[in-house]
Each structure stands twice: as structure tokens, then as C-alpha cells.
């Protein structure tokens, strides 16, 4: 058996890429930054960076979560420590001509938080924004303003992915407050899905699957009206019956 020649290989770089959602102003909206250099000069795209030597794969999305939005990544281990923000992994993309630098294979991953503040820019960028994903999503990836890259692909498969699982898991519990009421919790299946969904049968649905929702102890009218009863999300990971999706 020959050696090993590392040099026979050719080498290529990773990078960590994020689709940060979060809901604002009732409509579910994607975190993006102005590139400040080449290539894809001054067009909008996914926040991420190359990974580094001494990191793995989470450790680099957390970095880029940290630097791009003031967030830490939620630890399951320690679900006490605060609120932070649901990061997972979405899908691996390596197609040899997604960057022009060089051979380049993106991990994204997927972040969801609550209602976030104004973005900073950080990097090789030199602007950030909040965008409402169907206004991102409905520009031709190939127009000179649709994102750089394959950030479009990207996004598009992270928000679909948010809008699937929150049928079957409490993944919706990810867009709000540590404590909630069941009308703001609606109005993120909305959001995140793009319908209206009957306040009544909502409720009804999201209270009696075991689980989902537990009573905080206590009632906001930060909505408005009448006090509102306060919940927090319950142990359940899946959804027993699913909130199934409404066919549009």
C-alpha cells in the first residue's frame, strides 16, 4: 500500500454560512449583509465566514452567530443559562463553481431567535439588514440585486425547513419570548407559514397537545385588550397530534 500524499489531493476551503431567522413586525425576515469586497462587491448575502483551524463546525457557527448578531447559540446541556438563540445544522453545499475564489464547501446552519435588535455589520461587510424572506426569495438568483453566491438556494432551504418542522415539533417556540401568550405564538405559525390561521381553533389545537405549552403563572396586555394568559414552552419535543400546515 502506497503512503499517504496529502499533495495529491487538491485542497479547498469550508465556510459556515447562516440563515438567521426571526419575525418582526408580524412577517418572517431573514438577516443579511452588504458585501464590502470582492467577489460579489456591495450585493446583499448570507452572513458567514471560513472556518478556522482550531474550530469545528458548530464552534464556527456560533463565532459568526456571536460576531454578526450579538447572539449566543442556545446549549441544550444547559437550557437554565439564558435565552439564546436555536442553531442547527441545515445541509452541505459543494458545488465547484459556488465561489470563484477558490473551491469552496459551505455547512449552513439554521438560527431562529426572537424579535432581534437592528443588526451590526462586522467583517467584510459593511452594512447588515433585516429582510422579509419573500422579498429576498422572489428576486432571480442570477439578477445583479438577488443574493451573491448560492445564498438564495440557501435560504430558501432554511426556511423551508422552519416552516416543516414547526408542524410536528415546538420549534415555534424558538421565534418567542421566554414567556408568551398564545396569540403571539399564532401570529409566528404565520408569519413563518404566510397565513391567517383561526384564533379559536388555535388555541384549542396548541393547548391541548400535551406538552406544547405550560401555564407561566401570570398575564400581559402588552397586545393589548383584554390580560392574556402567559405560557411557557413545555418539554415536548414533537408534537403529538403535528400542527399540520394549512394547504394554501
Not at 123 to 149: C, I, K, Q, T, Y
Not at 187 to 194: I, K, L, T
Amino acid at each position: 500500500m502506497s503512503p499517504y500524499d496529502p499533495s495529491a489531493y487538491p485542497p479547498f476551503a469550508v465556510t459556515v454560512d447562516l440563515v438567521v431567522l426571526t419575525v418582526r413586525r408580524h412577517a418572517l425576515c431573514a438577516l443579511v449583509v452588504r458585501r464590502g469586497e470582492q467577489p460579489f462587491q456591495d450585493r446583499w448575502a448570507l452572513p458567514g465566514g471560513f472556518v478556522r483551524g482550531d474550530e469545528d463546525l458548530a464552534g464556527a457557527a456560533a463565532r459568526e452567530l456571536a460576531e454578526e448578531t450579538g447572539l449566543c447559540a442556545h446549549d441544550p446541556a444547559a437550557p437554565d443559562a439564558g435565552n439564546g438563540a436555536h442553531l442547527e445544522q441545515l445541509a452541505t453545499y459543494g458545488d465547484p463553481h459556488r465561489d470563484p475564489r477558490m473551491r469552496v464547501v459551505s455547512v449552513a446552519h439554521l438560527v431562529l431567535a426572537p424579535d432581534l435588535p437592528a443588526p451590526r455589520a462586522g467583517g467584510d461587510a459593511n452594512s447588515a439588514r433585516w429582510a422579509p424572506v419573500d422579498e429576498l426569495l422572489e428576486v432571480p438568483a442570477e439578477a445583479s440585486a438577488g443574493l451573491a453566491f448560492d445564498h438564495a438556494t440557501i435560504l430558501a432551504d432554511g426556511v423551508e425547513r422552519a416552516r416543516s418542522k414547526i408542524e410536528y415539533s415546538s420549534l415555534a417556540t424558538a421565534f418567542c419570548p421566554p414567556e408568551f401568550t398564545v396569540g403571539e405564538l399564532r401570529r409566528v405559525y404565520e408569519a413563518v407559514w404566510g397565513v391567517s390561521l383561526d384564533p379559536r381553533n388555535f388555541h384549542r389545537k396548541v393547548t391541548g397537545t400535551p406538552g406544547f405549552l405550560v401555564p407561566a403563572g401570570g398575564t400581559t396586555t402588552r397586545q393589548g385588550g383584554r390580560p392574556a394568559q402567559l405560557f411557557r414552552a413545555g418539554g415536548a419535543t414533537l408534537l403529538n397530534p403535528p400542527m399540520l400546515r394549512p394547504e394554501v
